[in-house]
């Protein structure tokens, strides 16, 4: 499975950004798939996941609210739609294949991983 993940950018505080990440076979249709992040100094981190199907979505506390995952079943397609995006939104933003249908929080769980895109918030 090949992931690419585009649509990263730079915005300024309260701006929105969408990103979108698609993978290069069906079979990740049938895997939550979810969005990580990581900025400079810091540890990777969970930010959303949805279910193979779309029908459960999971979030981190600090984008709850903001962010929104959302996917084209069957098309290995995953969307992170962000709105009033903060400085601390900052980071390269990755997409990843859950082993099993069921979102969850643990990168250890996710088998595949894209490039990432970074993300750029100024105040």
């Known amino acids: 499975v090949q992931l690419q993940a585009s649509g990263g950018g730079l915005v300024q505080a309260g701006g929105s950004l969408r990103l979108s990440c698609t993978g290069s076979?069906?079979?990740?249709?049938?895997?939550?798939m979810g969005w990580f992040r990581q900025a400079p100094g810091k540890e990777r981190e969970f930010v959303a996941a949805?279910?193979?199907?779309?029908?459960?979505?999971i979030y981190a506390d600090s984008v709850k609210g903001r962010f929104t995952i959302s996917r084209d079943y069957g098309q290995s397609v995953v969307y992170l739609q962000m709105i009033n995006l903060k400085p601390e939104d900052t980071a390269v933003y990755y997409c990843?294949?859950?082993?099993?249908?069921?979102?969850?929080?643990?990168?250890?769980?996710?088998?595949?991983w894209g490039k990432g895109t970074q993300v750029t918030v100024s105040s």
């Open positions: 949805i279910s193979w199907r779309g029908s459960g979505t």
């Open positions: 076979r069906r079979t990740s249709s049938n895997n939550a």
């Open positions: 990843a294949v859950n082993r099993r249908p069921v979102p969850s929080t643990e990168p250890s769980e996710y088998s595949f």
